[in-house]
């Protein structure tokens, strides 16, 4: 049999293909300010050498919470609120494209978790009456546990800051603000009003004062009428 050989070349043809981008995980501290990057950039790669990528937020019902660089920086938008207590995690969908012409995509799903801080309680100012008959450790009805804190599962403890007039007229209790009579000084016609400024701190230190107005109501009270000598000529 007669036969040939012959060298053959084979020339692979570049074809480009679409960006490397997988689902990714970031995180940003609750009530951070607009702008705030989410950690890393967001990593992509491209299997052409000569291709870059770039970045877009494309899509996801918190899309509008979102800023994205072309560069993969995810940050903060102007509208964003977050918010540990009201949500934890948002989702957002991304494009990556190569700059080839026709571009090609890959898009993925990106989950980013808000980090829990420690917030400072509230307590208000408020209102409240006792009779000027209020015995010694009687309590000023709706004086008890007015602090308020956002992060659940936070214990707050209360105390007494001042108060006016400065006499020790009353107490704060710590474990939920009540507001007791420590001594027997009530009394309507010499001081009506009195004021007890209170502060609430939480376990990490952070706190909050309020004002408690205390209005002092009148009790009728027997006339005095001392021993007296009169002389009969």
């Known amino acids: 049999a007669l036969f040939g050989e012959a060298d053959v070349v084979v020339t692979v043809l570049d074809v480009n293909e679409p960006p490397v981008f997988v689902a990714q995980q970031r995180s940003i501290l609750e009530n951070s300010a607009a702008g705030s990057a989410m950690g890393a950039k967001l990593d992509a790669s491209d299997p052409d050498a000569a291709q870059t990528v770039s970045f877009e937020v494309t899509g996801g019902s918190d899309a509008s919470s979102f800023d994205l660089s072309p560069n993969g920086q995810l940050t903060s938008s102007s509208i964003a609120s977050f918010d540990f207590e009201s949500k934890t995690t948002y989702t957002v969908e991304v494009t990556a494209s190569d700059n080839a012409t026709p571009s090609l995509t890959t898009k993925a799903t990106i989950v980013v978790n808000v980090l829990n801080q420690n917030e400072a309680p509230t307590m208000p100012d408020a209102e409240a009456t006792i009779a000027e008959s209020a015995v010694v450790g009687a309590t000023v009805q709706g004086t008890a546990s007015l602090g308020t804190d956002p992060d659940a599962g936070d214990r707050l ?44 701190t939480d376990i990490d230190g952070l706190a909050d004062e309020g004002v408690i107005t205390i209005t002092i109501q009148d009790v009728n009270e027997p006339p005095t009428m001392l021993a007296q000598a009169r002389a009969v000529y």
Do not use: N
């Open 157 to 200: 403890q209360y105390e007494l800051v001042k108060q006016e007039p400065d006499r020790p007229i009353f107490r704060v209790l710590a474990s939920d603000g009540s507001i007791e009579v420590k001594s027997a000084l009530l009394d309507f016609e010499t001081v009506p009003v009195h004021k007890v400024w209170v502060r609430t």
